[in-house]
């Protein structure tokens, strides 16, 4: 399940929850218990149907494990619950389409559209989106940080929100940063089974150039929302994370794909992911 990594799903449906609170709407606790389950269900399929198409292909046998990348080296340890594990993928995919199925039979279509794309994502991550890799790239964002984040205000304010778009292009850069990063130390691994990942297909150089641009435009974006009134002058708080993006920037720079050995600036890469959303749904609910 990767539990430690499950804290994403936390920050993304936290911040979600703080744009609806910011319109004044009276929150359903079922409904949002519902809600997180949902969100968390899905996060566990993609990590547990990870672990099993990564055991399946021979890529677990070949990455060198960090605690960001590589893999949980579990199933290589303990083939025998191979099965259990797609099992339990499915299973936990089937929790999330069936809370997404009473959604729309509640509150109407509205949330269909964000519901498909994200279980196409959930399906395709590992065997085809990794071989593409502009989207392999991008689908991480789209999953946590625009549709997760969007979902859960659309579900409890029944209303697409321009605030929540906004706010949520925050999380999409990070996360897909996140994962651009953690991609380095997998490159040979994930070039001996067919993946293309971004690094892969256009290089460390260019994937560094990406980073920088995304991270830029993160704290710009929420320099822009406190200046022009979108966010409260607390928002500004969100802007404490930003030394730790750069740290791991020039990590990427300096290491390149060797930056697994160099583990501080992919955590503190994780941490700004985490942190920056919590920060400005917290600031969103105080201002």
């Not at 392999?136 to 929100?161: E, K, N, Q, R, W």
């Not at 929420?222 to 791991?248: E, T």
Request: proline letters at 5%; charged letters at 10%.
């Amino acid at each position: 399940m990767r539990p430690s990594f499950l804290v994403l799903t936390l920050a993304c449906v936290f911040l979600g929850l703080s744009t609806s609170l910011a319109t004044g709407v009276s929150i359903d606790k079922v409904v949002f218990i519902l809600i997180f389950i949902g969100a968390m269900s899905a996060h566990i399929s993609v990590n547990m149907l990870n672990e099993y198409h990564d055991f399946k292909s021979g890529l677990d046998f070949k990455t060198i494990k960090t605690p960001f990348s590589g893999g949980s080296g579990a199933l290589p340890n303990n083939p025998k619950v191979a099965n259990l594990v797609l099992l339990f993928g499915l299973l936990t995919l089937f929790i999330t389409m069936a809370i997404g199925i009473y959604f729309i039979s509640t509150i109407g279509a509205t949330i269909l559209p964000i519901g498909l794309v994200g279980l196409v994502i959930i399906v395709t991550y590992t065997q085809w989106l990794n071989r593409m890799p502009r989207l392999c790239l991008i689908a991480p964002g789209m999953g946590f940080g625009l549709l997760m984040v969007v979902g859960t205000h659309i579900v409890l304010t029944l209303d697409y929100s321009l605030l929540v778009w906004l706010v949520s292009l925050i999380p999409f850069l990070l996360i897909n940063n996140l994962l651009l990063l953690n991609q380095y130390p997998d490159m040979k691994a994930d070039a001996s089974v067919g993946r293309k990942t971004f690094p892969l297909a256009f290089g460390i150089k260019r994937s560094n150039q990406v980073y920088g641009v995304f991270m830029l435009l993160t704290y710009s974006l929420i320099l822009l929302y406190v200046v022009m009134g979108i966010l409260p002058n607390m928002g500004l708080i969100a802007l404490v994370p930003m030394p730790l993006s750069v740290f791991a920037w020039i990590g990427a720079i300096k290491h390149k794909e060797n930056i697994g050995d160099f583990q501080q600036h992919l955590g503190a890469n994780v941490a700004a992911t985490i942190i920056t959303p919590f920060l400005l749904g917290l600031s969103i609910l105080i201002g």
